[in-house]
Structure formats: structure tokens, C-alpha cells
């Protein structure tokens, strides 16, 4: 299912790419209790403790521990540019097999439009720049501040995900920001403050939920060499279907997160057991969950996965 773009952001890359390997099928050894707690049998064979270490790293922390984290809830479908079109349906099909591993919903329709880019370019920042003076689509739903972000991204990528703010029932609810503005308004005009009316919320619950509407990656081609499709797949998986960002700090645990770090001598180029587990965790949590209880785990996905490759 091949999902090529003809806009104009330079000429297509046609360096030859590895075939990726089957995925891997992921062993359900998980057992649910009537709340969704994960019960996990036996000795423990991850430090818990560094795996949220390595979570809070390559998350980038929300306004408020009450704001939920970011995901996806209509299916995703990825698009890739700059490839030829053999080795960009390499790394869409590698998107796909991960999204289903991790539990995210696809779009299974050929002419599906996408809502994930992966676009190889000469220079992000170059490019970056363009489409913030063309307000190109890609581009539109980021704020000052957001799109400030993204240019102090360091490395050869640039990732990015546009996200809708909306209440338990699926309407859109204005930003902090715009409230804000709209309570000034508001006072000034003598009208009542706005808000969002919920009824369930708790302190387990937040009164919003965080849609990703749109990702988007930038990859300098000149970084790419010797990297086949399948690692490719795997690193836009990790910064297109999460708020996520490569980590800052040494940790315990390996994230493919680190494919581009220069002072990694051999970073993973494939999905880890904590990735995986990063993603699964993510998504199978509840929507409106806060952030401070979110990922919570992560170790315990880990540790399925590890005994089911034993």
C-alpha cells in the first residue's frame, strides 16, 4: 500500500536499502485482571526503576503531571518521501508490522491519506524553515512555541507532532493557552469564564485527552548511509507514534532511539524490548490517563517479551 507524495522538497533518494526481516510475532503471554492490571509470573529480570528512568528521558514532559500523554486514536497511515518507491514501501509495510505489534490501529485502505510522514531531505532545518514560511500543511497546527521546539531539535532529524486537545465524548476543547485568552475575554466582557464541562473526572482521569492529528519526520539523506528500510521503520515508528525524542542521558536499557547519536559507537537499529514495550504500554492505557500515572508497565511488557524469546 504505497503512499508517495509529488510535492516539491527535492529530488527522490535511490540508494539501495536492505529487505527487511519478518516481524517478529509478538508472543500475548499478558493475563488481565478485571481492572486491566498486568500479572506477570516469576523472578523479576528488569530494574523497574530504570526503565522509568529511560521513560521519562525520551518523553518530553506535558505542561501539568495532570495532562495526559499524546497518542494517536484514529488509525494511522504513513507516508514516505525521498525514497524510491520500492525502499518507501519497505519502510511504510515495516511502520505497519510495528504499529500492530504495539496494538495501534492502521488504515488498511490503498488510498488512505496519510497522517505520518517520513521525509528524507538534504537539510531538515533548510527545509523546516520553508514550510514555516509557506504555512504548509505539515506545519499549520504548531504553535510559536512548538515550532520554536522543533528548530532547536538537534542532529540530522527533525520530528514533530501536530495534537488536538478534546474531552471524553470527542469535541475539541481549546488549548490552555487559548482559554486562557478566552477567561481575559471573557472577565473583560463581564461573561462567565468558559470551561469544559465533564462529569468523570477524577483523579485518575483528566477531563482532556491528547490526539496526535499528524507526524512528521525530516531525515538528512546523507545520515542514512548504511542503514536499511527495516531500521528506518523502526526509528520513525518510535518518533511518529509517540511524543517522543532521543534520550539525553547514558541509561541501562538500549531504545533505537539512539540510531543517530554520534557518540553511540553501535546504537540498536532495530525496535528494543523497551520500545516495544514503550508503545504497547502507551496504547493500551486509557486515553485520559495523567501523565503521572501513565507508563507505569513498561518494565512488566518488557519483561513478557523477554521470556517469550527465551
Do not use: H
Amino acid at each position: 500500500m504505497t503512499r508517495l507524495s509529488a510535492f516539491a522538497l527535492g529530488a527522490a533518494l535511490c540508494a539501495s536499502l536492505t529487505a527487511p526481516a519478518v516481524a517478529q510475532d509478538v508472543v500475548d503471554a499478558v493475563e488481565r485482571d478485571r481492572r486491566g492490571d498486568i500479572v506477570v509470573e516469576g523472578d523479576r529480570i528488569v530494574d523497574g526503576e530504570e526503565v522509568g528512568r529511560l521513560g521519562r528521558d525520551i518523553t518530553p514532559r506535558p505542561s501539568t503531571s495532570q495532562d495526559p500523554l499524546a497518542r494517536f486514536q484514529r488509525p494511522i497511515c504513513p507516508g514516505v518521501w525521498g525514497l524510491s518507491p520500492e525502499n518507501a514501501q519497505l519502510v511504510i509495510d515495516r511502520m505497519y508490522d510495528n504499529a500492530e505489534r504495539a496494538g495501534v490501529d492502521i488504515n488498511e485502505d490503498p488510498e488512505c491519506g496519510a497522517n505520518v510522514w517520513v521525509i528524507f531531505v538534504d537539510d531538515p532545518q533548510e527545509t523546516f524553515q520553508q514550510l514555516r514560511d509557506e504555512n504548509a500543511f505539515l506545519v499549520r497546527g504548531l504553535d510559536y512555541w512548538k515550532r520554536k521546539a522543533v528548530t532547536e531539535q538537534e542532529g540530522p532529524v527533525l520530528a514533530w507532532n501536530v495534537i488536538g486537545i478534546y474531552n471524553e465524548e470527542g469535541m475539541p476543547v481549546a488549548s490552555p493557552s487559548e482559554t486562557a485568552a478566552a477567561a481575559t475575554d471573557a472577565r473583560a466582557l463581564g461573561d462567565g469564564i468558559p470551561g469544559n464541562t465533564v462529569t468523570t473526572m477524577s483523579r485518575t482521569r483528566t477531563a482532556i485527552r491528547q490526539d496526535i492529528e499528524l507526524s512528521v519526520m525530516l531525515v538528512q539523506r546523507s545520515a542514512i548511509a548504511g542503514l536499511d528500510a527495516v531500521a528506518l521503520g523502526d526509528y520513525a515508528t518510535m518518533r511518529t507514534l509517540a511524543q517522543t525524542r532521543p534520550p539525553r542521558r547514558e541509561n541501562a536499557y538500549d531504545t533505537v532511539l539512539t540510531l543517530f547519536d554520534e557518540d553511540d559507537v553501535s546504537p540498536p537499529d532495530r525496535l528494543t524490548d523497551f520500545d516495544l514495550a514503550y508503545l504497547q504500554s502507551l496504547y493500551s492505557s486509557r486515553e485520559d490517563r495523567p501523565s503521572r500515572m501513565a507508563l507505569r508497565n513498561v518494565d512488566e511488557l518488557m519483561e513478557i517479551e523477554a521470556r517469550a524469546e527465551e
